[in-house]
């Protein structure tokens, strides 16, 4: 077997950056932070599972919109609002936001709807080594 120098440099700037998305997730405070423990109440996700960046941009969006849970209600983990819970959770999963302007595009690849399933991921992204899909999947 024969180790390339790139497969030695890759491996080292992945093992390096391994642990940036929880820096963001450990440094989020405030009403972001608040927003992202809300959202995973309402997603079933823990909320080291949820993108700080994107829990940011969402909230930003329902800012604008002038539909935002308030400051306590955040704080209080609840919205009171089903709507606005419903809104909050098609945001997570779909990755877009709906704005005076039409729906914005938060994210694609942190969307929720790709951690639903064992098998989805994002078009353009690789489930595996090549050839993975002619295999059937193992069983437990």
Same mark, same amino acid.
């Given at each position: 077997?024969?180790?390339?120098?790139?497969?030695?440099?890759? !491996?080292?700037?992945?093992?390096?950056?391994?642990?940036?998305?929880?820096?963001?997730?450990?440094?989020?405070?405030?009403?972001?932070?608040?927003?992202?423990?809300?959202?995973?109440?309402?997603?079933?996700?823990?909320?080291?599972?949820? !993108?700080?960046?994107?829990?940011?941009?969402?909230?930003?969006?329902?800012?604008?919109?002038?539909?935002?849970?308030?400051?306590?209600?955040?704080?209080?983990?609840?919205?009171?609002?089903?709507?606005?819970?419903?809104?909050?959770?098609?945001?997570?999963? !779909?990755?877009?936001?709906?704005?005076?302007?039409?729906?914005?595009?938060?994210?694609?690849?942190?969307?929720?709807?790709?951690?639903?399933?064992?098998?989805?991921?994002?078009?353009?992204?690789?489930?595996?080594?090549?050839?993975?899909? !002619?295999?059937?999947?193992?069983?437990?």
């Amino acid at each position: 077997m024969t180790i390339r120098r790139r497969t030695i440099l890759l !491996s080292t700037v992945a093992t390096a950056t391994a642990g940036w998305p929880q820096l963001g997730v450990a440094q989020a405070a405030g009403p972001v932070g608040d927003f992202l423990a809300l959202s995973a109440r309402l997603t079933g996700f823990p909320v080291s599972a949820l !993108s700080a960046g994107v829990g940011a941009m969402l909230l930003k969006s329902f800012q604008a919109q002038g539909a935002q849970p308030g400051p306590g209600q955040l704080a209080a983990n609840t919205t009171r609002s089903p709507a606005l819970d419903a809104e909050i959770i098609a945001a997570w999963y !779909s990755g877009v936001s709906q704005t005076a302007a039409g729906p914005v595009v938060v994210t694609h690849d942190e969307a929720l709807v790709w951690h639903s399933a064992d098998f989805l991921h994002p078009p353009g992204q690789c489930g595996g080594a090549f050839g993975y899909w !002619s295999n059937p999947p193992a069983t437990a």
